[in-house]
């Protein structure tokens, strides 16, 4: 898929293992990492039924349970399938 930017195709370079190799890499990728966290805490605190502390979006057996019985959020991907 190509990386785009205000529509237009965006040059850029693939790099296997890039945060073992650069460290500006490694730095966004505990950016990214630590921003998803808070951004899962926050999700948590406003639907705790979904167990979001514990599983961090990953469909355990308690967040299936809690989709089946709740619903959706707008936050969950509608492509995933059970």
């Known amino acids: 898929m190509p990386?785009?930017?205000?529509?237009q195709p965006?040059?850029?370079t693939t790099?296997?293992?890039g945060d073992g190799k650069y460290l500006a890499i490694?730095?966004?990728?505990?950016?990214?990492k630590?921003?998803?966290?808070?951004?899962?805490?926050?999700?948590?605190a406003e639907y705790p039924q979904y167990d979001w502390l514990?599983?961090?979006g990953y469909p355990t057996v308690k967040h299936r349970e809690a989709i089946k019985k709740y619903g959706i959020t707008p936050?969950?991907?509608v492509t995933f399938r059970f």
Request: hydrophobic share 45%.
């Open 34 to 44: 630590t921003y998803r966290d808070d951004f899962m805490n926050n999700l948590a």
């Open 15 to 17: 790099i296997v293992k």
């Open 54 to 56: 514990s599983n961090k």
């Open 10 to 12: 965006l040059p850029h």
């Open 26 to 32: 490694a730095a966004a990728s505990i950016l990214a």
């Open 3 to 7: 990386l785009l930017y205000d529509c």
């Open 75 to 77: 936050y969950h991907r």
